[in-house]
């Protein structure tokens, strides 16, 4: 996509609504624009949180006042949830007691309370345990795409639960033997339920991908929703959209010297079995949930 389209649809899209509406008027993919959506509310809560959180007192005596959470939220153009949570809190509820009630609202200390926060998960879709598990299963949407396609070309991999405890950190696949791709022998793929624009991909660079390439060596990262146009890949690391990604056929060295990282162990090779696809581990993809971060 390129910068102009992916700003524009960045811009507009303010609510669940928007995406809604987007995607029939321009008859456009309605995931993809709520990827794009959440990137755009959950940047703008992680700046603007502790601007609401200093509000907290005033707002907790408008809602003594009659006011309800939801109408508050919108008028701060805040996400309903962690309003919800934040005004709990302003109430003295305790974390855990606040926590049970958005999971259980029948949990809630008062019954206006229970009705409010079931309005608030309801008008959700990104914070609310609804909206996170969402996005949990694209996550491991993704991961079950990525560990067919190497199954049915025969690439025998390790996933993160395989090596759990090995390494400090661990791409979704460590490849048993590096492949070629346009010159470059790739030991590891990480899949992203996402869209990879300019802020995403420096994150996913500094937190993921640049530690892969200083432990396990080149690899590439499939983004199933794409990513902007001309965006540069880092050294070392492949940049794949999903249509790129099932696209290719790899190439296996005849003689590969297999990394010491890469090397299996008895006890934790995985071997591709192209006639029986499995399910991924549970995702790392995880969305927003509980308070972000400064």
Do not use: C
């Not at 939801?70 to 008028?75: G, Q, S, T, V």
């Amino acid at each position: 996509m390129d910068r102009a389209t992916y700003q524009r649809l960045y811009d507009a899209l303010a609510t669940y609504e928007d995406v809604h509406r987007i995607a029939h008027e321009e008859q456009r993919d309605e995931e993809l624009l709520f990827v794009i959506h959440t990137h755009r509310v959950t940047r703008d809560a992680t700046r603007r949180f502790y601007v609401v959180k200093r509000q907290i007192p005033r707002l907790v005596g408008q809602w003594k006042h009659g006011r309800s959470i939801l109408d508050i939220a919108r008028e701060w153009r805040f996400p309903p949830v962690l309003m919800g949570q934040q005004m709990l809190g302003g109430l003295e509820i305790p974390r855990k007691k606040i926590w049970q009630t958005f999971v259980d609202p029948a949990t809630a200390p008062t019954p206006r309370l229970r009705e409010e926060v079931e309005a608030l998960l309801a008008a959700d879709m990104i914070y609310s345990p609804r909206g996170m598990e969402l996005q949990r299963e694209r996550g491991r949407h993704g991961e079950e795409r990525m560990h067919r396609w190497l199954e049915q070309h025969g690439i025998g991999y390790r996933t993160e639960k395989d090596l759990r405890g090995k390494y400090a950190k661990t791409p979704d696949a460590l490849l048993d033997e590096p492949i070629i791709y346009l010159g470059q022998k790739l030991t590891w793929i990480e899949s992203k339920a996402n869209f990879g624009d300019d802020v995403e991909l420096r994150k996913n660079l500094r937190r993921q991908l640049g530690p892969y390439t200083e432990i396990f060596g080149e690899g590439a990262v499939v983004y199933w929703y794409g990513y902007v146009d001309g965006a540069e890949s880092p050294p070392g690391i492949l940049l794949w959209d999903d249509e790129t990604f099932e696209a290719i056929t790899p190439v296996v060295p005849p003689h590969p010297a297999r990394a010491a990282a890469a090397s299996p162990s008895s006890d934790h090779a995985r071997s591709a079995h192209p006639a029986t696809p499995h399910a991924g581990p549970g995702s790392r993809h995880g969305g927003p949930g509980g308070e972000p971060p400064p």
